[in-house]
């Protein structure tokens, strides 16, 4: 693969810092390295001094003061060698990338930490989006993506979606508008880029099926766009065998992959990963090297520690019980609308994260039926409109989560809502 093509102005003239590299070198050598080089203060300075964090039902984890001291200090922007090691066994062992062994043909995949996939997502958007560029997309989509994408100016292709996900049918129909044979010309206008949310989409709680992504993929090949695949719901499946993913299926690495860690570990400790085609990741990396220069040193620590203690087997484990928290949510907030919702809302079950959305039926627009009349019954819900390209356009449906409430609170706020809205209709 030609990744340049793929690369923004900004993105192709970022260069390695050198006082990273030599961060990088500090962390990979032995303790016995004197290091005059890098511009890292002295942590005996620093007021901590050690950490015992309780681990529910597990060993506690510890930060003795050597590690303390490693803990407050900088450390190389890919992300800490444990925690790293860690998830690339993890990640091939659950897609078991074409991509993971060298191959001149195949390139070979990396990885690096992020704080949260969204800033991953942020640095891939910098270096593969230009202004003026086409990027397709399924809306309604995440905002925090729109966020991040709107801004660089580029032409957002809104591509059907069902609750089985993107349609690849519609977007065969969107790219017959180019010859394939352009995609690699300099100054082309086919779409370089497509992004996707694969399982329990935000806020539509679709799962794509895998003939629906060897299909997207096909597409991909033919007409040479790489495929960003935000993934932060992969481990809120609902049912098992797990749906294989584009990692799993990128025989030409064109998939860049967003994982997280904030619906499994903790959303506030800002961990996420981005892996990918090799020459790819390197370039997020120096987009990560030049802004937060890396993710908490201290939250990597924790959390490699916690994963080594638990082990694969254990962090599998882990996800089950959460699983089965989101499920049985789920299936709460499924039963309520079954009794509340039946004859004015429409919905597909979610078999993936943690949002329900749902259709009002005879309604344009429920932008002000959330702002104002629920708000007024203290009822919260997102008004579907913020997740569409043009957030002005009226939407009829409401996203409504269910990975926070009690089974009560769940049943309550769609009777209220039955209510609010038998009352608009009249
Ligand atoms: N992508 C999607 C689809 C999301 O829903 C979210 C969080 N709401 C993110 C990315 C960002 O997640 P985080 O940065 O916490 O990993």
Request: glycine content about 6%.
């Given at each position: 693969?030609?990744?340049?093509?793929?690369?923004?102005?900004?993105?192709?003239?970022?260069?390695?810092?050198?006082?990273?590299?030599?961060?990088?070198?500090?962390?990979?050598?032995?303790?016995?390295?004197?290091?005059?080089?890098?511009?890292?203060?002295?942590?005996?300075?620093?007021?901590?001094?050690?950490?015992?964090?309780?681990?529910?039902?597990?060993?506690?984890?510890?930060?003795?003061?050597?590690?303390?001291?490693?803990?407050?200090?900088?450390?190389?922007?890919?992300?800490?060698?444990?925690?790293?090691?860690?998830?690339?066994?993890?990640?091939?062992?659950?897609?078991?990338?074409?991509?993971?062994?060298?191959?001149?043909?195949?390139?070979?995949?990396?990885?690096?930490?992020?704080?949260?996939?969204?800033?991953?997502?942020?640095?891939?958007?910098?270096?593969?989006?230009?202004?003026?560029?086409?990027?397709?997309?399924?809306?309604?989509?995440?905002?925090?993506?729109?966020a991040?994408?709107?801004?660089?100016?580029?032409?957002?292709?809104?591509?059907?979606?069902?609750?089985?996900?993107?349609?690849?049918?519609?977007?065969?129909?969107?790219?017959?508008?180019?010859?394939?044979?352009?995609a690699?010309k300099?100054?082309?206008?086919?779409?370089?880029?497509?992004?996707?949310?694969?399982?329990?989409?935000?806020?539509?709680?679709?799962?794509?099926?895998?003939?629906?992504?060897?299909?997207?993929?096909?597409?991909?090949?033919?007409?040479?766009?790489?495929?960003?695949?935000?993934?932060?719901?992969?481990?809120?499946?609902?049912q098992?065998?797990?749906?294989?993913?584009?990692?799993?299926?990128?025989?030409?690495?064109?998939?860049?992959?967003?994982?997280?860690?904030?619906?499994?570990?903790?959303?506030?400790?800002?961990?996420?990963?981005?892996?990918?085609?090799?020459?790819?990741?390197?370039?997020?990396?120096?987009?990560?090297?030049?802004?937060?220069?890396?993710?908490?040193?201290?939250?990597?620590?924790?959390?490699?520690?916690?994963?080594?203690n638990?082990?694969?087997?254990?962090?599998?484990?882990?996800?089950?019980?959460?699983?089965?928290?989101?499920?049985?949510?789920?299936?709460?907030?499924?039963?309520?609308?079954?009794?509340?919702?039946?004859?004015?809302?429409?919905?597909?079950?979610?078999?993936?994260?943690?949002?329900?959305?749902?259709?009002?039926?005879?309604i344009?627009?429920t932008?002000?039926?959330?702002?104002?009349?629920?708000?007024?019954?203290?009822?919260?819900?997102?008004?579907g409109?913020?997740?569409h390209?043009?957030?002005?356009?009226?939407?009829?449906?409401?996203?409504?989560?269910?990975?926070?409430?009690?089974?009560?609170?769940?049943?309550?706020?769609?009777?209220?809502?039955?209510?609010?809205?038998?009352?608009?209709?009249?």
């Open positions: 693969m030609n990744y340049a093509r793929f690369l923004t102005a900004v993105s192709a003239a970022r260069k390695p810092s050198p006082i990273r590299v030599l961060t990088e070198l500090q962390q990979r050598s032995p303790p016995s390295l004197i290091s005059l080089a890098g511009g890292s203060p002295n942590p005996n300075t620093f007021p901590f001094q050690s950490a015992s964090i309780k681990v529910k039902g597990g060993e506690a984890l510890v930060m003795d003061e050597p590690l303390m001291k490693r803990a407050l200090q900088y450390s190389g922007s890919y992300g800490i060698p444990e925690l790293l090691s860690w998830m690339k066994d993890l990640q091939k062992s659950l897609h078991n990338p074409p991509t993971t062994g060298y191959s001149p043909e195949r390139g070979q995949m990396e990885m690096c930490v992020t704080t949260g996939s969204q800033e991953g997502l942020c640095k891939i958007f910098e270096m593969l989006v230009n202004s003026g560029d086409n990027v397709l997309l399924d809306a309604p989509t995440y905002s925090g993506t729109l991040a994408l709107q801004p660089l100016g580029c032409n957002l292709i809104n591509v059907a979606s069902d609750q089985h996900g993107m349609i690849p049918a519609d977007l065969r129909k969107i790219l017959e508008r180019w010859d394939p044979a352009d690699q300099p100054g082309s206008s086919v779409p370089r880029v497509l992004y996707t949310i694969p399982n329990g989409g935000n806020p539509t709680g679709a799962s794509m099926t895998c003939e629906r992504k060897q299909e997207v993929y096909e597409l991909a090949r033919k007409y040479d766009f790489l495929i960003i695949e935000d993934d932060p719901y992969y481990f809120l499946q609902f098992k065998p797990w749906a294989p993913t584009f990692l799993s299926m990128d025989v030409d690495s064109r998939v860049l992959r967003t994982d997280s860690f904030s619906k499994i570990l903790s959303s506030g400790l800002r961990i996420g990963f981005v892996t990918g085609p090799k020459p790819l990741v390197e370039r997020v990396v120096l987009h990560i090297q030049a802004s937060t220069m890396h993710t908490s040193t201290f939250t990597q620590l924790m959390v490699s520690q916690l994963l080594h638990w082990g694969p087997g254990g962090f599998l484990k882990h996800i089950d019980g959460v699983i089965e928290f989101y499920r049985s949510q789920r299936n709460t907030m499924l039963s309520s609308a079954d009794k509340w919702l039946k004859d004015v809302a429409e919905w597909h079950p979610p078999m993936a994260g943690m949002f329900l959305w749902i259709k009002l039926k005879g344009k627009d932008q002000q039926l959330i702002m104002e009349r629920a708000l007024e019954k203290e009822v919260l819900l997102v008004p409109g913020v997740f390209i043009n957030s002005s356009d009226p939407c009829p449906y409401v996203r409504a989560a269910f990975s926070l409430s009690t089974p009560q609170q769940i049943d309550e706020v769609q009777h209220i809502f039955t209510d609010i809205f038998m009352y608009i209709m009249l």
